[in-house]
């Protein structure tokens, strides 16, 4: 090995490896959620996938080690992984571009299989050959490889808090793996040239041209669309644009907030009004039942039209919201109200930590089409009884499914909901499942559905003799599998959704990632 790779050099590399092993980690799924979302089942792939490169990876670098060359196979397998991790953004942007051709379960491992796979087996190969190139004098072989996974891995712990709290949601996902693929490659691509054994030009012209595409992208006016906002983070992908919309004559802009390519919130310039949707006009209707000064606790924000719309009818309102990307946009661009106070937190852990108490709560935890289980257990429920006041009323959105298997996790929610001792319907805002909303109506007392519930609503409450729930399971912490009995039913919506909206997104150029 030749004396310009001391050790110093390759534990400073097996460093920068190990980080940016896990930033591609980070930096894949996040590619995948404006597509995918950010379920159990994409974040599930994508661990198997990186666990599986890497094994893969450390087979192919073991057997290497044993060449004599095995210092130019180390600096070439280096040189290779930067540039593909810099070619990421491209390749998943072609890759996702005619994988929702397949079946959801097939598009997402196919997906993550071309955007994963080959950095991941470069990076794994890397070890193995790490180990062998130190210097063989200076520690036994089991001293050495403890000494390169140790540093390695401690490239990965500083890489993640990094990306996941600052690179990603700052910078977004294009730049860092452009960034990132150059600092891996940067060295090796200089030994390699300075040895003679191989020209890197095919990493700096990797480089250039991925730089120009960023340059340009960033430089470009859609001229169809105004993105006012748009940022990545582990919670996923929250963009605010001002779209033109053809509203009878006249073409009139709409101001949405996407999460993960999915509309959350979507308001008129124009009419300054709230596009209806039959969930939001349910929960409105709900509000007017209640008298002025009422408390309501709001557990997810999105572009605060509930909050809003309780603080115009004289509620104090209290909204708890983790991202706070969804804070600053509801606040900047949606006009929240100063009056509405927002808690940044968990929605489990304020739950868990309030005393106080509420006339009515309403459940809007969607993240783009997930449901967070650990907020939707019987533990959490049974507090959420004790946070409602006399006659207190408390609502919760979810999908439309409750029956068959697609439909278990909704009938489980209702079996917990109901354990708890709470009386409880079901309300369904569309005739067909599959374009509903399930909205799940409880309190502590039957009278408060008299009193706070619109007549329509108790009119079209699902019949109990409908709702099989003897395979149903009661959601409990020990067991809290919410997401994972809704996975059909999110993929089937979500899926649903996206063929619906692709053309939308295609013809006012709406970036799938920045």
């Known amino acids: 090995m030749p004396q310009s790779l001391h050790n110093r050099l390759l534990l ?10 896990m930033a591609t980690e980070l930096l894949s799924a996040r590619m995948l959620a404006p597509y995918f979302g950010s379920s159990l089942f994409v974040w599930a792939t994508v661990l198997a996938l990186t666990l599986g490169g890497l094994t893969v990876g450390y087979f192919l670098g073991g057997n290497l080690s044993l ?6 196979i180390l600096l070439i397998t280096l040189l290779y992984s930067g540039v593909i991790i810099m070619l990421m953004p491209f390749t998943a942007q072609w890759v996702l571009n005619f994988a929702h051709h397949l079946a959801f379960r097939d598009s997402v491992i196919t997906s993550a299989l071309i955007i994963i796979i080959p950095p991941v087996v470069g990076m794994g190969m890397v070890s193995p050959l790490m180990v062998a190139n130190l210097d063989e004098s200076a520690e036994t ?3 050495r490889a403890g000494l390169v996974y140790a540093i390695s891995t401690s490239g990965g712990i500083t890489f993640t808090f990094l990306f996941g709290f600052y690179i990603i949601p700052n910078f977004g996902l294009i730049f860092p793996s452009i960034i990132t693929g150059f600092i891996l490659g940067i ?26 595409y960023f340059i340009r992208q960033k430089s470009l006016e859609s001229g169809i669309i105004d993105v006012l906002y748009q940022k990545e983070g582990i919670l996923g992908q929250v963009m605010v644009a001002d779209i033109p919309v053809m509203h009878h004559d006249s073409i009139q802009k709409e101001r949405t907030l996407f999460v993960n390519r999915v509309i959350q919130t979507s308001y008129n310039l124009k009419n300054q009004r709230y596009n209806d949707h039959a969930y939001f006009n349910v929960s409105e209707d709900v509000i007017g039942k209640f008298p002025e000064g009422s408390d309501m606790l709001l557990l997810g924000l999105g572009g605060g039209v509930l909050a809003s719309d309780a603080i115009k009818k004289g509620f104090r309102v209290d909204a708890v919201e983790l991202d706070q990307r969804i804070i600053e946009v509801a606040r900047e661009y949606f006009g929240l109200p100063d009056q509405v106070k927002v808690f940044r937190d968990d929605a489990r852990r304020f739950i868990n930590a309030t005393n106080k108490k509420y006339d009515l709560i309403v459940f809007d935890l969607f993240r783009g089409e997930e449901t967070p289980a650990h907020v939707f257990t019987a533990e959490s429920m049974s507090k959420a009884r004790k946070m409602l006041k006399p006659g207190g009323l408390a609502l919760i959105n979810s999908n439309g499914y409750y029956r068959g298997e697609i439909g278990k996790g909704n009938r489980s929610l209702y079996k917990t909901i109901r354990a708890m001792g709470l009386f409880t319907e079901i309300y369904l805002t569309d005739s067909l ?9 409880f309190s502590n007392s039957m009278d408060a559905f008299e009193d706070k519930v619109p007549v329509y609503m108790q009119k079209r409450f699902v019949p109990k003799d409908s709702i099989d729930i003897a395979d149903a399971i009661i959601l409990t912490d020990r067991r809290p599998v919410l997401d994972y009995l809704n996975e059909d039913a999110t993929r089937v919506w979500r899926m649903g959704y996206m063929a619906y909206m692709r053309s939308f997104y295609t013809d006012y150029r709406i970036p799938l990632f920045n």
């Open 12 to 21: 400073g590399l097996s460093f920068l490896e190990g980080g940016s092993l």
């Open 67 to 72: 060449s004599e060359r095995k210092d130019k």
């Open 141 to 143: 072989s089991g001293k």
């Open 187 to 212: 060295v090796p691509a200089i030994l390699v040239f300075k040895n003679g054994w191989k020209k890197p030009g095919i990493f700096f012209l990797v480089f250039a041209l991925a730089g120009g």
């Open 433 to 441: 499942e599959e374009k509903s909303n399930s909205v799940f109506v």
